[in-house]
């Protein structure tokens, strides 16, 4: 015995069943997808620096003839200093700059373009741009500082500052000598050093935010399931709305099958034969040469519905034959409406052979 009766009927809001394709069909229409933007953020930037590293030698050949081109030509130009001289050299530092930087932002949109396609797959909707009251409500804000997702950003991004300044501080360490004599290298050599020691951190950076993305994955994840979940008040809505109410739905087919019925008795009358079992099944069966290809059954039933068909029968004269085994045939093998199959052509013959014969048709 328990010292308090517990009403069940107070969790039924509780939200414990995992959501239904329909929920999740919706979610994904108002913008809601599992996506970890930890991970495309991880892989552009490993794939950055990857291109950077490829890219290396292009990039310092044409900064160099850059650099070369503006101490020894454009500097010395007489008209440098005219609107005409700066929108040259506008145009001249634009397109040295989109150069250098377009093999890394080409790289970096492919790369951001497929990890999202491969998280969430092709998704157009303007949804999520539409204005909320929430977005500008200075107390909703004020709630969302302290909320459970704000903090989780917060410790991921704590994480993140950690692995990174760790990676950082042991590559320095372990470069600690050649660092110590940076100074005493030349220039060109310095601006190398800098170059693969920059190459090589956010290389290893990316790998270790790539492990910690693949955690954030599992995690958001979880939550997108969580905040997907529903009661099973609202499975049964949804269930009621695509489906109908079943009790609904009983009655409507409860009156299909009554109309069906009452035209199945109807044609019982038009029947040339009933065959019988003689009590459990009861088959209707009219052939006319004029119209039908073949015996055709009009009505069939069980039970007491055979015991209605044969009532039928005796009203209006139709012929009564027993046959157990071609009535339990024509009964789980032919549909109303159709034509018998011609392996049961003979014996049904037979039986319209014997009632022509009853009626003197032969």
């Known amino acids: 015995m328990y010292l308090f009766d517990i009403n069940l009927q107070l969790f039924t809001g509780e939200k414990t069943e995992k959501a239904t394709p329909k929920r999740r069909k919706e979610a994904r229409e108002k913008g809601q997808v599992l996506q970890s933007r930890e991970i495309n953020s991880a892989l552009i930037l490993l794939f950055t620096f990857f291109t950077l590293q490829l890219a290396g030698k292009y990039i310092y050949s044409n900064l160099s003839l850059y650099m070369q081109r503006i101490f020894t030509d454009t500097i010395h130009d007489e008209n440098l200093f005219t609107i005409n001289g700066v929108h040259k050299l506008f145009l001249l530092m634009v397109g040295e700059s989109v150069k250098l930087v377009a093999p890394m932002a080409g790289c970096a949109f492919v790369i951001g373009l497929f990890s999202s396609y491969m998280q969430v797959g092709f998704l157009f909707t303007t949804k999520p741009l539409v204005p909320k009251w929430d977005r500008i409500n200075p107390i909703s804000g004020f709630k969302k500082i302290f909320s459970k997702k704000s903090i989780v950003e917060f410790v991921k991004s704590l994480m993140k500052i950690g692995a990174v300044g760790y990676v950082t501080f042991n590559y320095v360490l372990k470069q600690s000598r050649s660092v110590m004599n940076i100074l005493d290298m030349e220039l060109i050599s310095i601006i190398s050093f800098l170059g693969k020691a920059t190459i090589n951190v956010g290389l290893r950076a990316a790998i270790v935010l790539i492990l910690l993305a693949v955690l954030d994955y599992f995690y958001q994840k979880w939550e997108y399931e969580n905040e997907l979940k529903m009661s099973k008040q609202e499975i ?127």
């Open 236 to 362: 049964k809505e949804e269930y009621k709305q695509t489906e109908g109410d079943p009790q609904i739905k009983s009655k409507i087919k409860e009156k299909q099958r009554q109309m069906a019925m009452g035209r199945m008795m109807q044609d019982v009358p038009k029947a040339d034969v009933i065959i019988t079992n003689p009590t459990h099944y009861a088959v209707a069966i009219r052939y006319d040469q004029t119209t039908d290809n073949a015996p055709i059954v009009l009505a069939k039933g069980q039970d007491l519905i055979a015991s209605n068909i044969r009532e039928i029968a005796e009203k209006y004269e139709i012929p009564i034959v027993e046959n157990k085994p071609l009535a339990r045939t024509l009964y789980h093998t032919v549909e109303i409406g159709d034509y018998i199959p011609p392996d049961l052509y003979q014996a049904v013959a037979e039986v319209l052979a014997y009632v022509y014969k009853l009626k003197n048709m032969i």
